[in-house]
């Protein structure tokens, strides 16, 4: 999703959130928030998808233009988490969630965690931080595995980099 420099900062202001704020959770520099927010520069693909999906994950709905005009909103959050429990979980790092009520286990492959930052991590502290690092994309590819009904039998959501958009990577 494409959004503008207004609906950034309108964001913004629903969440009650400084530049800095949506910066760390966005995983871009601050710098790259305030020029993108005045106009001046447009942030690479990646970075304005990360800017959209922190602010998503934290509950704003991008409404896009139509013939009453662009906006945001809030939504229901409908994934509750826990950040501080990643863990590693065989070919992955897990978290424990909670969509609309329900229990879940959101496993995230190592593959698609070297990929999303085009490295190649060697230790579980390595691949936790990425996890954080990434993790509203991570909520948002989790929301749309869950609502096309993408879980396993024991409610686990497996992450590999097909669940992300191309222009993630």
């Given at each position: 999703m494409t959004i503008s420099a207004a609906q950034c900062r309108a964001g913004?202001?629903?969440l009650d959130w400084s530049q800095d704020r949506l910066a760390e959770s966005a995983n871009v520099s601050r710098t790259t928030?305030?020029?993108?927010?005045?106009?001046?520069?447009?942030?690479?693909?990646?970075?304005?998808?990360?800017i959209a999906a922190a602010m998503e994950a934290a509950g704003v709905a991008f409404i896009s233009d139509d013939?009453?005009?662009?906006?945001?909103?809030?939504?229901?959050?409908?994934?509750?988490?826990?950040?501080?429990?990643?863990?590693?979980?065989?070919?992955?790092?897990?978290?424990?969630?909670r969509y609309r009520g329900e229990p879940y286990e959101l496993v995230v492959?190592?593959?698609?965690?070297?990929?999303?930052?085009?490295?190649?991590?060697?230790?579980?502290?390595?691949?936790?931080?990425?996890?954080?690092?990434?993790?509203?994309?991570?909520?948002?590819?989790?929301?749309?595995?869950?609502d096309a009904g993408e879980t396993s039998a024991q409610g686990e959501i497996y992450l590999s980099h097909d669940a992300f958009p191309p222009e993630l990577f």
């Open positions: 913004r202001a629903l928030v305030a020029d993108f927010e005045r106009n001046t520069r447009q942030p690479i693909r990646n970075n304005l998808v990360s013939d009453q005009g662009a906006g945001v909103r809030f939504r229901k959050v409908e994934i509750e988490y826990n950040n501080k429990t990643v863990r590693e979980r065989g070919r992955g790092y897990a978290m424990s969630i492959d190592r593959d698609a965690l070297d990929d999303l930052d085009r490295a190649t991590y060697r230790s579980s502290a390595e691949y936790a931080e990425a996890y954080a690092n990434h993790l509203p994309k991570i909520l948002i590819a989790a929301k749309k595995a869950l």
